[in-house]
């Protein structure tokens, strides 16, 4: 451990939270690397912890979701997921997003990883699941405004590759789940 470290630097010496809507909170830390730094400022934004999951059926397909996300101005491509409601437990968030946003039931959710998307600017966490038994359920209807797709895995590391899926934490939930060996061409 450097000398610095052992004296407690860096550290935030002030923090101040704006609420900018139910879902963001602005957050400024004023950060000093020494006795005698008046420090330098930091933003980063405050979210709700999110979940998505990655289900295969068992013919192969994986459920995709493609919605307009005005942060992009652009329609994107993403495993299903959403924000936990309340105290929701993370694999139930990620069984109740699955059926919401694509009509899938799943046995078990197993744990893919958790993480932090962006931890220089964000400040929530991602737990991201791993389903292969999904399965349709009768009657379900779709969400406004959510569009759904199957496709095969191949199809799905080609969009990856030539970035028609791009969405950074589901990039890194498709390589944990090809590292784990969990998807089968």
């Avoid at 009657?139 to 028609?164: F, N």
């Amino acid at each position: 451990m450097d000398e610095t470290a052992a004296k407690g630097y860096p550290r935030i010496a002030s923090s101040r939270r704006t609420v900018l809507s139910e879902w963001t909170t602005l957050v400024e830390n004023r950060v000093v690397t020494s006795l005698d730094d008046t420090g330098a400022i930091y933003h980063s934004i405050a979210t709700a912890d999110c979940v998505s999951i990655l289900a295969v059926t068992p013919d192969g397909r994986v459920p995709l979701v493609r919605q307009f996300r005005p942060a992009l101005d652009r329609f994107t491509l993403e495993f299903p997921g959403g924000l936990r409601e309340g105290d929701e437990a993370p694999a139930s968030c990620a069984v109740r997003e699955l059926a919401e946003e694509v009509g899938l039931e799943v046995a078990i959710a197993q744990p893919l990883a958790r993480f932090h998307p962006d931890c220089g600017r964000l400040a929530n966490r991602m737990w991201t699941f791993f389903a292969n038994d999904a399965t349709p359920i009768a009657g379900w209807r779709p969400e406004t405004g959510v569009e759904h797709m199957m496709v095969g895995i191949d199809e799905l590391y080609t969009r990856a590759l030539d970035g028609s899926f791009d969405h950074g934490p589901h990039l890194a939930m498709l390589g944990m789940a090809t590292i784990k060996g969990l998807l089968r061409r």
